[in-house]
C-alpha cells in the first residue's frame, strides 16, 4: 500500500511593517478631516519634506559610490520577482540570468532606480492631490517614503554604516563556468604512486646508512692516529 504523502503547507509571510501602513491609513484617515485646508497643507508640507530628505540621501550616496570607484568585476542575479504572502516561492536565478557588472556600475544604477520610484510616487501623489483633491496619497507617502528609505540596501551601508556581506546576493566568479573537477586516481594510478614513494623512501634510508658509514669510518682513524 503506497503512502500518499501530503503536500508542504506554504511558508508564513515575513511580517513587513510597511504592509500595516494601509490599513493605518485608512483608520487615520478617518481621524482627519481632509478638507480643512489646514490639514491638506500639512500633508502636503509633509510629502516635500520626505521627498527632500530622500533625494539628498540618494544624492550623497551617489557622491560616495562616485568617489569610493570600486571596480571590482561581480557577477549579480536579476531582481526577485514579487511574490504572494501565502503563494509560491519564485524560482532561484538560473546561472545564465547573472549579469556582469562591478560594484560602481551596480550601486549607480539602483541609486537611480531609487530616485526613480521616488518621483513616480511623490508625482503621482501630488497629482492626485491637486487635480482631483484625494490627499490620502500623500499621507500615505509621508510614511512610505521614510521606511523606504530605511530599507534600501545602499542607504544602510553607505549612510547608516550597516554593511552586509554580499548584499546584493552578488558572486565573484561566473557562474557559467563550472570549476575545474580533481580527477580521482585509478588503481593503478594510485599503485604507481605508492611503489615511486617506497622507491624514494629506500633511497633515503640507503644514503642515511652511507653518510653514517663514512661518520663511522671518520672517527675509528681519528682514534688510531
Aim: glycine fraction near 4%; include cysteine.
Amino acid at each position: 500500500m503506497t503512502e500518499v504523502t501530503e503536500p508542504e503547507a506554504p511558508a508564513m509571510p515575513k511580517m513587513d511593517l510597511k504592509m500595516m501602513v494601509l490599513p493605518a491609513m485608512f483608520l487615520l484617515q478617518k481621524q482627519i478631516d481632509m478638507k480643512d485646508s489646514e490639514n491638506i497643507n500639512m500633508a502636503r508640507m509633509g510629502l516635500f519634506t520626505v521627498c527632500v530628505i530622500a533625494l539628498g540621501s540618494y544624492l550623497m550616496v551617489h557622491q560616495m559610490v562616485t568617489s569610493k570607484n570600486d571596480k571590482t568585476l561581480i557577477w549579480v542575479p536579476p531582481k526577485a520577482q514579487p511574490a504572494l504572502p501565502f503563494g509560491p516561492q519564485p524560482e532561484p536565478p538560473k546561472p545564465e540570468d547573472y549579469v556582469a557588472t562591478t560594484y560602481k556600475d551596480h550601486e549607480i544604477k539602483l541609486v537611480f532606480e531609487a530616485l526613480q520610484a521616488l518621483a513616480v510616487s511623490v508625482g503621482i501623489a501630488v497629482f492626485m492631490s491637486f487635480k482631483f483633491d484625494i490627499h490620502m496619497s500623500c499621507m500615505m507617502n509621508c510614511v512610505m517614503v521614510p521606511l523606504g528609505l530605511y530599507d534600501n540596501v545602499l542607504i544602510k551601508s553607505y549612510i547608516l554604516g550597516n554593511k552586509q556581506e554580499n548584499p546584493y546576493n552578488e558572486v565573484m566568479s561566473d557562474p557559467n563556468v563550472e570549476p575545474p573537477r580533481v580527477e580521482e586516481l585509478d588503481d593503478e594510478d594510485e599503485d604507481k604512486v605508492s611503489s615511486n614513494d617506497e622507491v624514494q623512501k629506500d633511497d633515503n634510508e640507503e644514503e642515511e646508512d652511507a653518510v653514517k658509514i663514512e661518520k663511522s669510518d671518520v672517527s675509528g682513524a681519528d682514534d688510531i692516529d
